[in-house]
């Protein structure tokens, strides 16, 4: 489909419309484990979902050494938390052995004990003892006891120090991080060609921008960092345990196959129902964009019913892809949470009775029991995070794709022109397509002198915008080139060429604001004396002294305290301040009535003098005194020449004409002095 159809059939489509997103729906056979469909295209799913992850990870490149150091700091938090259980062990052992101490009899060696309990037949005793250090008679060293314990406490306030100031540095680092990647974002939406964005939603883009960004950064902040910390502490408690008692450590492992199964299963299903979740937040977004913008349009056509219907749908669509992910992926906590139950009762059985075999000191399986309880912790976090992590990854996917989009071709930048350029437009042999398959303009040659009105007639999808919109550059030629003052515009940089035309369009788009800057926005270093002199011109100035806040007026949302025509004067006059070489009006009338239409047309006519303009119109009065008019059929000039010699010739302008003004010619003369026949206004009468 041609671009341009795209685009009409995007603004075309009102709120209630569902055909612009059918793409985010889901078949209602829909499982997990499926192939991952929309609307029968397959999904942009983590396809890779690694090398979406290795490249997220990749975005702290820049902050390399900081994030050494940063891992550095969990490091040591790291070792100081895992040497602390084993010290604490120390501190259980010393309690153990003065009560035991105490309960044996002063002066005997703790062999003659073991013996005697030998002798007694008491060998579960006499075992206990050989694991210990007991001295008997003695009872509870509350010296070394302090010592171990102080030493306990040091160890945990350093460790927390070390995560407060790890923590502290990394939010700084991921915060300039996603800066930078919110700043490439929009610079890289600034070289995007309008192709990119005429077959999609600006909801789903601005879904990318901001949800998805904002998605990473929650992601990076708490799923990555958690992840280092966890991985960490997982490495080191481990490693601690086959130093206490290696047996007991390959109990307490059977944790992780059984995790990585869970991790495996679950979270594979869940990354797609994730990906779901956020097209189809870009897709509910662009409804609710869609209908915010066309608010009026919808109580006009009375569509509310249907905009709330579409809303309804797309948001329970939402909630079953949202509610099935989050459902997923938070079943993997119960599950973890049952593997470190049952690793810690097996820890605990296993570790009593290699105590009574005399095979390992209360302390040791006191420290293990510790371990393995932490040990779980960390399994158990990472698949908490695993739930916010594949929702990120998500996310990252769908931003890399905005920034892997292909760019509009670099600007040669080559040639530049004069700070005022005279006007002299010519065409030679153009040839531009939307799409390869479907010609639009062929072999278009065209000269306008400098100072010439040239006016584009046609019936719609003749190819009048199109024809601007190859003069501006906001698509490349095909074939063929345009020359503005015999310089080819692919040799002129956008900005530069820009910056000699000036631009009305049919939609009269104001910023937020006062009416001074928006009509500064045409020249941002303009005084307000020229402010002042660009509104005279241009017929704003009448309107804007009948304000109470006069030019220092604040526009309200969306322009609404503003007449349409109103609002199309302001248009023009911030083209009038910018002075442009060249002008182009796009249907800059269409949306006035008729008695606005004449200061329009005041306004236009200053705003033409001394420059070359292109003038689209339907409204064939608007444009009877152009020097050329250039009546389009399919992309191609099939008629050239003033009104007068084209009404002679008879041909399609004629018949377009006649179609617009069939009526008596009293109409045509009534039209003519800016006012209507009774019963028929003349923003009414059919156009073409």
């Known amino acids: 489909m041609a671009r341009k159809k795209k685009q009409e059939a995007a603004a075309g489509s009102g709120a209630g419309a569902s055909t612009a997103d059918d793409e985010f729906e889901l078949p209602d056979d829909y499982t997990p484990d499926a192939d991952d469909w929309f609307g029968g295209q397959p999904t942009k799913k983590a396809k890779q979902f690694w090398p979406a992850a290795k490249r997220l990870i990749g975005l702290i490149g820049p902050e390399k050494w900081l994030f050494a150091f940063v891992t550095l700091l969990v490091v040591g938090s790291v070792v100081l938390t895992v040497i602390a259980p084993k010290v604490l062990g120390a ?37 206990m003892l050989t694991g210990t250090d007991v001295v008997p008679g003695e009872g509870i060293d509350f010296g070394r006891l302090g010592t171990l314990i102080l030493i306990v406490l040091a160890l945990y306030l350093v460790a927390s120090f070390l995560m407060w100031l790890q923590g502290f540095l990394l939010n700084g680092l991921v915060m300039r991080i996603v800066y930078k990647l919110r700043k490439d974002i929009e610079e890289k939406i600034n070289r995007l060609p309008l192709s990119y964005f005429d077959g999609r939603q600006r909801g789903d883009v601005l879904s990318r921008v901001t949800n998805d960004v904002d998605n990473i950064q929650q992601a990076l902040q708490q799923a990555f960092s958690q992840l280092v910390q966890s991985a960490l502490m997982i490495i080191g408690i481990g490693a601690m345990m086959f130093v206490v008692s290696w047996q007991l450590a390959l109990i307490a492992l059977i944790a992780l196959p059984l995790s990585g199964i869970i991790v495996g299963v679950v979270g594979v299903r869940a990354q797609k129902l994730f990906t779901a979740q956020w097209k189809r937040t870009g897709a509910l977004n662009g409804h609710i964009e869609e209908s915010f913008t066309g608010h009026e349009l919808i109580r006009v056509f009375n569509q509310d019913a249907a905009s709330h219907r579409e809303f309804d749908s797309r948001n329970e669509s939402l909630f079953d892809a949202s509610f099935k992910a989050q459902a997923l992926s938070g079943s993997m906590m119960p599950a973890m949470q049952f ?130 919109n190859l003069i501006m550059r906001f698509y490349e030629l095909d074939a063929g080139r345009i020359l503005l003052d015999g310089v080819d515009i692919t040799r002129i940089s956008r900005a530069d060429l820009r910056g000699h035309v000036g631009m009305v369009l049919q939609d009269a788009w104001l910023f937020g604001g006062t009416i001074r800057e928006n009509i500064r926005y045409g020249r941002l270093d303009a005084t307000d004396d020229e402010v002042v002199a660009a509104a005279e011109a241009t017929m704003v100035d009448r309107f804007v002294r009948q304000l109470p806040e006069g030019y220092d007026t604040v526009i309200a949302e969306n322009a609404s305290s503003l007449s349409a025509g109103e609002r199309q004067l302001l248009t023009i006059a911030r083209a009038f301040l910018s002075d442009p070489s060249l002008l182009i009006l796009d249907e800059a009338t269409s949306s006035v009535d008729t008695r606005t239409e004449v200061l329009v047309q005041q306004a236009m006519r200053a705003l033409r003098a001394d420059r070359t303009s292109f003038v689209i119109a339907h409204r064939l009065s608007t444009i009877r005194d152009a020097d050329t008019i250039l009546m389009m059929e399919h992309g191609r000039i099939v008629e050239q020449g003033s009104h007068e010699e084209l009404l002679e010739r008879r041909g399609a302008y004629a018949e377009l004409y006649e179609s617009q003004f069939s009526a008596p010619a009293a109409e045509a003369v009534a039209h003519d002095h800016g006012s209507a026949p009774h019963g028929l206004p003349a923003e009414g009468r059919p156009t073409a």
Do not use: C, W
């Open 91 to 127: 501190a259980m052992d010393v309690i153990f052995n003065g009560i035991l101490g105490s309960q044996l009899p002063a002066g005997v060696p703790l062999e003659a004990v073991i013996e005697q309990a030998r002798a007694d037949g008491n060998d579960q005793f006499a075992d």
């Open 339 to 468: 593997v470190q139950y049952l690793t810690y009762v097996l820890v605990a059985v296993v570790g009593g009775l290699r105590v009574t075999a005399g095979q390992m000191t209360l302390g040791d399986v006191t420290a293990f029991i510790q371990y393995s309880r932490e040990f779980a912790q960390p399994i158990g976090e990472i698949a908490g995070m695993a739930n916010m992590l594949q929702s990120g990854v998500a996310s990252a996917e769908r931003t890399f794709e905005l920034l892997d989009a292909e760019e509009q071709e670099p600007d040669t930048s080559s040639e530049r022109l004069p700070d005022r350029a005279t006007g002299h437009v010519r065409f030679e042999e153009v040839a531009f397509s939307y799409d390869p398959e479907q010609s639009l303009i062929e072999d278009l040659s065209l000269e306008v002198q400098p100072g010439q009105t040239v006016a584009i007639v046609g019936p719609t999808g003749a190819g009048k915008t199109t024809l601007v």
